[in-house]
């Protein structure tokens, strides 16, 4: 079972959510030990490496690294706003 690990940014995100979809979210990342590329993920375009998963409104931006054995959550953020895409320009490589 792959570990998880949480970037401060997408933990600063989710922080600021209710606890409602905050719940549904860590559920969700959660989940991600067991299945780390769900059928419903999608690869980020532009980005080989990381992944996509959508919980309602909201995307989480993910890089799953089969020979760590690790899930990197690097960003969590709004679809609306297009706000997640903005900052994933300006950070992923």
Known sequence: MPAIDIKPKAKKFIETLPPKHQ??????ILSLQQE????????LMGYENYTR???GEYRIVYRFEENDDLITVVLAG???DNDIYRVAKRTLK
Not at 36 to 43: I, N, S, V
């Open 36 to 43: 780390p590329l769900p059928q419903d993920a999608k690869k």
């Open 53 to 55: 998963i959508d919980i």
């Open 78 to 80: 709004k679809r609306n």
């Open 23 to 28: 719940r549904q979210i860590k559920e969700s």
